[in-house]
């Protein structure tokens, strides 16, 4: 759940992640430094609109996107604004990190991108997870993929006993729809509470021989704890789908 580069100590304290782009990828990015512990800093066109790149110690692959201003999570207003970043389509841009760190190209249908809600992460920093989808929601998408429209539509079944929502949309569609906007508008009583909304995107082969993109939203409830956490419910940081090639490495950030 974001739990990036900080060890124990990140279990305590929820601004972890910020302090390192605070104090460190952003101040050396600016200095003209290598951006650690971050691998990547765009702050163009200004720091409100940047983002930064940092490796997750869970997982061989796992990236984090957060922006490289203070934006706490799915609540916060600046996510709704019209001119707000598309952190989604910047995170699938640089997926290129996994495949460099893998030693090739990632499959199109291997990896999928999450961002928790608000009573569901443990970091207060919006940070997007990059990582592999489970062999199992994949299956089930797979199965499912007659049902996958253009519109926003109950997943049938569920998914791990949460209720979720899915659109099937194309790469145009990923880069120029806010994602965050978009399911809150849709689902059911997200507008009243952003903070419960959790959002993920899955790369997906199709059978007509498109390679598209399944968007999922749910809301957490909290009769539900096990709720609200797209990272849960869609990734394996293990990457189990690769098989056994997998890097098993953790080099530092």
């Known amino acids: 759940m974001g ?21 460190g990828c952003v101040p ?14 765009q702050l163009q066109p200004d720091r409100d609109h940047g983002w930064v790149l940092l490796k997750d110690l869970k997982g061989p692959l796992q990236y984090l996107l957060m922006p490289s201003n203070r934006l706490p999570g799915v609540e916060s207003p600046l996510l709704y604004r019209p001119d707000a970043p598309n952190y989604i389509a910047q ?7 996994l495949d460099r760190r893998n030693g090739r190209p990632l499959p199109h249908d291997v990896v999928s991108l999450t961002v928790n809600s608000q009573y569901r992460r443990s ?24 049902e996958l429209g253009p519109q926003w539509a109950p997943l049938r079944g569920g998914w791990w006993g949460h209720a979720w929502y899915v659109r ?19 689902l059911p009583g997200a507008a009243a509470d952003p903070g419960r909304l959790t959002v ?3 790369g997906l082969d199709f059978k007509d021989g498109r390679r598209d993109f399944v968007l999922m939203a749910a809301l957490f409830d ?12 869609m990734q394996d940081h293990d990457c189990r789908l690769l098989g056994p090639q997998v890097p098993q490495g953790r080099a530092a950030p």
């Open 91 to 97: 995170a699938w841009r640089n997926r290129d990190l």
């Open 123 to 146: 970091q207060d920093q919006l940070h997007v997870h990059i990582s592999c989808t489970t062999r199992e929601l994949r299956a089930r998408l797979l199965a499912a993929q007659d």
């Open 222 to 233: 909290p009769a539900d704890p096990g709720s609200g956490s797209s990272e849960d419910d």
């Open 168 to 186: 099937r949309v194309d790469a145009a569609t990923l880069e120029r729809s806010p994602l965050f906007a978009d399911a809150a508008a849709h």
């Open 28 to 41: 050396h990015a600016q200095a003209g430094e290598p951006p650690r512990p971050c691998e990547r800093v």
């Open 200 to 202: 993920g995107v899955v």
């Open 3 to 23: 739990l990036a580069a900080a060890g124990a100590s990140a279990r305590a304290d929820r601004n972890v992640l910020w302090h390192l782009i605070d104090t």
